[in-house]
DNA sequence: TTCTGGACTTGAAACGTTTGAATAGTGTAG
DNA sequence: CTACACTATTCAAACGTTTCAAGTCCAGAA
């Protein structure tokens, strides 16, 4: 018997295509397909018939009309101002474990670092009915218009990698200031005292902080450091544009008559770029300069030598916004309670081969050849498993 | 005047809270914020009023309900084995610059290379009703069983990294036989004679074409490679594995009393595992042993020296592949053209720091470039340390 | 007065689901 | 024979849009 086809309009197979084949009416299949509790009343043969015949048709029910018909569209908006930094990469990756046994679904735009996309990516977002909304923001993100939007559809949002409580956005990031102290406290205990410090670009949330930790690690270590040896990145254009910036600053103190034996650096690929620039004038990682990083990103792990940095737990933080924000959806009808201290979360030295105690300048140290000292407890290399 | 609020079930504002508001009927207020030709007929103050309002109240058109009815979702699904690995982003890139333009919306799932993820993501897609799908798959992806569900919708696909052109599904991916080739040619041209071979997983597609170019450029340059100078990666768990894959078999080899100055690495991960495995054997790249890899992915580009390798355009295969999948779309109705081979694009030798011509055997070469520890020529050395 | 016709606005159906209420069919008890 | 309680299935309304056909005005023409 040859099932009369009506007329198709789109290539989808639909609920009243398997109702046809069955021979029987939507409702019921839908009943049955959609494992409502009414379909425990229906003879077995039939539900049986059903999924078959929607195995057969290769039928998917059509989000779009369910989510209109029962108003949940189980789907988190994230906002991601670029999924080219390697920064991003885990905390999405920490979303969607925090996603998926919620049997949430996560929507994913890449605002590609650039102004204008990020307002018209919010704007998607509240289009596709997300019920929340994580921005990844470590990055530039000029208070985008919208965020407004979010509020008036209520729309719970929070962000990762940035303060925003004074907005009343509950925000996870890490502790800049306690991981800036750890990095110098670090290079301070192998023994340095002549250290460069290169800082983020002002118009990034994160330099501030990071710098102070520093600054405040090497006072109580009693250590003045030279203002001629503290640097800053220029306002960047794009995430990996941190490797030039450190290339060319590090031959730039190079040039400069100052010494130093260790530089610490804003981030991994600004480490990763102060590596080449020393390596280009001729000097040795970490035979003559120890280098030192922050985030531990793939590349800090599997560059030769191992990068040593202060990382920070990007996994983590994207699993706990998301169970944050998931907490503040099941009480959707309450306002959602906004923290108003940000969730700070404590960065982890790892030690790798980027950093030793400085070269012996008068006194004889024996060998500074290919003696990579262990310093401190020197946790194996092992890329990063964010 | 107060307006009434019906009560609000979801927290979105809708097109009838704004005709409420305006005091006008939805038609009206649908006509004039979705720019139908229609609305140039209405008064111009009305037509202001409309889109002030909207504004004020912070209305978004709910895709779901919209596409509902215009049965157009202006979306394409992506399909990423694994977003982990630095092969990924810039595909989704070229994907993103493609669809931009055509005023598409990609609808990103990780499949986080785990097989069941692969099926349910797939899933997914059809059901938020993607008009196309794009697979990258250079990963394993073992014919997921809902393939044959996409063909039943009538949703055209398109993969990238693979071939699937058997299965008749438009395939873009590099040409790896082309690339391998070039990377053997690369090292031969430099002078290198013994040269080391680290292929593919046996389990992945590209391993065997690369392998193929890499052997054949040999033989074209009569050389013979020395077979036990050519191991393979053991199968991977996940996709960062290749660098310490890389790294255990570069040490091996130098525990093994063959000689060789240089390794073609099956991609950079593995090249990258091989500079660290060769370091730790006190040899020196590129003084002591070459190294290329295959991709070009980040990490390459910023670890020191920067590794020469074969430069996938990952980025364009993106791109093309979109433009392919959108122009499918256009004609939807007659039967998707798949064509019949795949679209192989030309890779590009990128030549870095990390190659370089072999030691001079018995001449002193005293290299100018090396500060390393000078650790006998080509031979192993002690390790550093463990 | 009624008609014509433009200018502006609305009614109602449809998209594919879900779901509470309703229907037919079938025994079984009163 | 009616009433009742099942069981198995269907009706119909709703979700927020879009869009075609059909209003309602009101001025000017017949």
Chains 1, 2 share one sequence.
């Not at 839908?30 to 043969?45: H, K, N």
């Not at 890490?174 to 983020?200: E, K, P, T, Y």
């Not at 960047?236 to 530089?263: K, W």
Request: hydrophobic share 40%; with cysteine; glycine share 6%.
């Amino acid at each position: 018997m040859v099932i009369k086809r009506t007329k198709r309009k789109t290539g989808h197979v639909t609920l009243s295509d398997v109702a046809r084949a069955c021979q029987l009416s939507v409702s019921t299949v839908s009943i049955v397909l959609s494992q409502a509790p009414l379909s425990q009343r229906l003879a077995a043969t039939t539900r049986e018939r059903i999924h078959a015949t929607a195995l057969r048709l290769g039928y998917h029910p059509d989000a779009y009309a369910r989510s209109l018909r029962s108003r949940s569209t189980k789907t988190v908006g994230v906002l991601a101002y670029d999924m080219s930094d390697p920064f991003c990469v885990p905390v999405v990756r920490g979303i969607e474990e925090g996603l998926q046994p919620a049997d949430y679904f996560s929507l994913l735009v890449d605002a590609q670092t650039e102004r204008k996309l990020f307002d018209s990516s919010l704007g998607m977002i509240l289009e596709r009915r997300a019920e929340g909304v994580i921005v990844i923001a470590s990055w530039v993100f000029e208070e985008a218009n919208l965020l407004a939007d979010v509020k008036k559809n209520h729309v719970p949002i929070v962000i990762v990698g940035r303060d925003l409580t004074e907005r009343r956005i509950p925000s996870f990031l890490v502790d800049n200031h306690a991981g800036g102290a750890m990095a110098m406290n670090h290079l301070i205990s192998l023994g340095h005292r002549r250290i460069a410090v290169i800082r983020g670009p002002d118009d990034l949330f994160d330099s501030q902080p990071r710098w102070a930790g520093a600054q405040h690690a090497a006072a109580q270590a009693g250590l003045r450091l030279d203002p001629r040896l503290v640097v800053s990145l220029p306002n960047r254009v794009d995430p990996t544009s941190g490797f030039d910036g450190g290339r060319l600053l590090a031959r730039e103190m190079i040039s400069s008559t100052r010494e130093f034996t260790a530089v610490l650096a804003f981030d991994d690929l600004t480490a990763l770029g102060v590596v080449r620039g020393l390596r280009e004038e001729g000097l040795r990682v970490p035979e003559d300069c120890s280098v030192i990083g922050f985030d531990d990103i793939l590349p800090a792990a599997v560059s030769t030598p191992g990068l040593t940095t202060v990382r920070q737990p990007l996994r983590t933080m994207g699993s706990l916004a998301t169970q944050h924000l998931l907490e503040a959806l099941q009480q959707s009808s309450q306002e959602s309670v906004s923290a108003t201290n940000p969730r700070m979360l404590a960065p982890e030295l790892v030690v790798r081969d980027s950093s030793a105690p400085p070269p012996a300048r008068r006194r004889d140290r024996s060998a500074p050849t290919s003696q990579h000292p262990a310093a401190g407890p020197a946790r194996r290399a092992k890329p990063p498993r964010q």
